[in-house]
């Protein structure tokens, strides 16, 4: 079976975003001081087959520990769908 993963990675709120802190200078400069905090990650999509969802996550898991994510300033979360 086919499934799909969904993977946000964000970095770690502790860590400073200076991509996110500029998007959030730009949108008060447009008039949207509403708006007081942006953080800017990633979003990844995968196909997997596999037998189940379960090992779908698990097949996912394991790509983002070896590869799509850094474990020093960034956490993650899987939606198999």
């Known amino acids: 079976m086919i499934f799909t993963a969904h993977i946000n990675i964000m970095p770690l709120k502790e ?33 997997i ?14 790509a983002c520990k070896k590869m799509l994510y850094n474990m020093v300033m960034e956490n993650y979360q899987i939606e198999i769908k």
């Open 15 to 47: 860590l400073l975003d200076p991509q996110g802190k500029a998007v959030n200078e730009s949108l008060h400069k447009l008039s949207l001081q509403q708006i007081q905090d942006v953080r800017i990650g990633k979003h990844i999509t995968l196909s």
């Open 49 to 62: 087959e596999a037998a189940d969802k379960e090992a779908a996550y698990e097949i996912a898991d394991q």
